[in-house]
């Protein structure tokens, strides 16, 4: 009896731990757990953006379904055919170490200025009209050109406010730059279109007929200043603002082929806190003016400097000495005429006169005596 009951009594605790059930359970309950990990698996691809990827499927696409012939793909993708007029990577002007080209070797600001091909499905065309004094082709797309900075600035900014066709006028359209007439000093001529005095302009990006972004360029004999960019919020997805600078900066080429003094490329301020300007130092070869030195410094070395602090001398040195700047000998500008200062108070009276001293002690006398003050509204 004995040995029977201690049969029964083995029998069963044999049973379960042969049982297929208890051993899966126990083996979940013994498994190791895996040591934590020391970042992503360098053995997987990386994370990319989705736009980046819908890019690259893109050009995918097009690569494959392109004809033999390299004109037929539009000059705004990467991968365009070889210029038929001039081989890839000939410099023209420019130093060999330039950079800007894309994987092909292909120049960037060669491939902005290629000519559209005959079956392409959407047409875009840039005109540069002049600004101020208003021309009429500004007149006659005054409405256009309002509209869309009305819708620029309304949801892009999310400013509703100073969006009046009176301040779009005073803001957009003038200038207080004096035009100056061909033949006055060694006129440039513009890329695609007719020769171009000195002046305010507005570039103008036209898609399908549909006015889609302007840019306010002011043409110098030394630079091209862009002052404002807006576009047409429905037309992100095409980054403007990029193929603009890209394209200012090719045309900015191409009026130092015809004037060497023409080389370079401002985009106006830099405010390193302010993200909506975060794009201007994606551009390579820039540089920031340091207002102490008054040097020009590669943006490079300058951003560490404004991470610090927003307030530094950006370059090496003592601070430049700046003598008093002659008031007399300054140049005023009053009612669409330019005139020495000595003249002006002959004129109008000295009423100005506390305005200008601070205007000389704030731009010193190198710069001062180069500028024209609008004493227009005094």
């Known amino acids: 009896a004995a040995e029977s009951d201690m049969n029964t009594n083995v029998s069963p605790k044999k049973s379960r731990l042969s049982s297929p ?15 934590p990990g020391k970042g992503a698996d360098p053995m997987k691809p990386k994370c990319r953006k989705a736009k980046d990827i819908r890019r690259e499927k893109r050009l995918l696409k097009m690569a494959q379904t392109k004809e033999s012939d390299a004109k037929s793909v539009p ?24 950079g800007g080209k894309d994987s092909n070797g292909q120049d960037l600001l060669d491939l902005v200025t290629l000519p559209d091909p005959k079956d392409c499905v959407h047409k875009l065309e840039i005109k ?4 101020w004094p208003r021309s ?41 730059l004096v035009r100056e007439p061909a033949g ?18 507005h570039q103008q990006y036209w898609l399908d007929g549909n006015l889609v972004a302007v840019a306010l360029l002011d043409i110098l004999p030394r630079m091209i200043v862009c002052e ?34 023409m080389r370079h490329y401002c985009m106006g301020y830099y405010v390193h806190s302010c993200p909506k300007m975060a794009y201007k130092n994606q551009y390579g070869s820039a540089e920031l003016l340091c207002a102490t030195t008054l040097q020009y410094v590669p943006i490079e070395r300058c951003l560490p400097k404004l991470e610090v602090t ?16 002659d008031l007399d000998a300054l140049t005023v500008y009053h009612e669409m005429q330019a005139m020495p200062y000595r003249e002006y108070r002959t004129k109008y009276g000295d009423r100005t006169m506390d305005m200008l001293r601070q205007y000389g002690t704030v731009m010193g006398s190198k710069v001062g005596r180069r500028m024209r003050v609008n004493l227009t509204f005094f």
């Open 21 to 35: 059930d208890h051993e899966k359970q126990e083996s979940q309950t013994t498994k190791k757990q895996p040591n």
């Open 184 to 201: 006055s000093q060694n006129k440039p001529g513009g890329t695609g279109g007719p020769t171009c005095d000195y002046g305010s302009y």
């Open 136 to 176: 009429p082709e500004v007149t006659a797309t005054f409405a256009s050109s309002y509209a869309v900075f009305k819708k620029f600035q309304s949801i892009v900014h999310l400013d509703d406010h100073d969006c009046d066709e009176r301040h779009y006028s005073d803001f957009i359209v003038e200038s207080p």
């Open 228 to 261: 404002y960019f807006f576009y047409d919020p429905s037309y992100k997805f095409l980054s403007l603002g990029v193929y603009s600078a890209v394209r200012e900066i090719a045309f900015v080429r191409e009026l130092g082929r015809q004037d060497p003094r």
């Open 128 to 131: 540069l009209v002049k600004s």
């Open 75 to 98: 000059p705004s993708v990467m991968d365009v055919g070889t210029p038929v007029d001039k081989p890839v990577g000939t410099p023209v002007d420019r130093p060999e170490e330039e």
């Open 310 to 325: 927003k307030y530094c001398k950006l370059g090496e040195g003592e601070a430049a000495e700046e003598e008093p700047l």
